[in-house]
């Protein structure tokens, strides 16, 4: 039985084997971590010194985003045109639609750029997962939404200890409320793991189970399409091929919602933490 491998080529991102069809005695080569995995385009994986295809991703994925909002606002007219249009209504949809609803315009309009920048980064991270040649959502790697998210953490807890102090800080995050009399202990124990533990965690973790759970399925059908394509397996490679169709559609969704869900929680975050009272 052929097993799947990791081409040889460092770019490559569907690992497995194009020869290996229904019928011709080999086994469905399913996708797994080694979907994921990709070997240096220079550098020693060793020495954990290298440079990989979603560390290229992720770098043309901010360019691209500075380049947008560069080329759209670097001349910017009081009768906009087509680029600068699309900037403005997607830099005002997420101040109006996220900052103003969850922080307030007047606490909320400093962290306008910081959103937007998320916003427009995460988003494009996800994009990759559908553009050929690139075809690999960057925030399916942990690391990517954990940096992103430990971001968000340190802004939250240093905003909170700058706008209450350190007793006004601790008591935002373990939920004091002398109310709950001899269930405080407890309750204060579970608000404090949850706040500073759990919250940063689920931040990032969605983000990723997301776009990664997501990856898995299109390539499962991508794969499936190929392996089906011989004899009479050709039927079932075409319903295959049009869940691929389906998949990519829905994944452009996803897309763009992970990217609104991680900073209307980021801003929730830092809501929580200007609030006067908790």
């Known amino acids: 039985m052929k097993e799947p491998a990791v081409s040889a080529d460092p770019t490559h991102t569907l690992a497995f084997d194009t020869s290996c069809h229904l ?20 550098g020693d994986a060793d020495s ?8 290229l991703l992720a770098l043309l994925g901010s360019i691209i985003v500075v380049a947008f909002f560069w080329a759209a606002f670097a001349r910017p007219k009081v009768v906009p045109g087509k680029l600068q249009m ?9 101040r109006r639609g996220v900052v103003y609803e969850t922080i307030g315009k007047r606490e909320g309009e400093k962290y306008v750029p910081l959103v937007v920048s998320l ?10 997962s559908i553009i050929p040649v690139a075809q690999f959502p960057v925030t399916a790697i942990i690391s990517y939404p954990a940096v992103l998210a430990g971001i968000v ?14 007793v006004g800080a601790f008591k935002n995050f373990t939920g004091y409320d002398k109310s709950l009399g001899a269930v405080l202990p ?25 776009m990664f759970a997501g990856h898995t399925l299109l390539l499962l059908f991508t794969i499936a399409s190929w392996y ?43 809501q929580g933490a200007l609030a006067e009272s908790h």
């Open 119 to 128: 916003f427009f980064f995460v988003w494009m991270m996800n994009l990759w």
């Open 228 to 270: 089906m394509l011989n004899g009479i397996g050709i039927a079932y490679s075409a319903v295959s091929f049009v869940m691929v169709l389906v998949m990519t559609a829905f994944e452009l969704f996803i897309q763009a919602v992970q990217a609104y869900v991680f900073v209307l929680l980021t801003c929730s975050f830092i």
């Open 153 to 166: 953490y340190i802004l939250w807890v240093s905003l909170t200890f700058k706008r209450h102090g350190f």
């Open 48 to 55: 954990n010194l290298y440079f990989n295809k979603t560390m």
């Open 186 to 210: 407890l309750s204060m124990t579970i608000e404090l793991f949850s706040n500073l533990l759990v919250r940063p965690f689920t931040h990032a973790v969605r983000l990723f189970a997301n």
């Open 23 to 42: 019928f011709n005695g080999c086994g469905f080569p399913a996708p797994g971590l080694h979907s994921f995995l990709f070997k240096p385009l220079f």
């Open 86 to 94: 699309v900037a403005e209504a997607g830099y005002d949809f997420v």
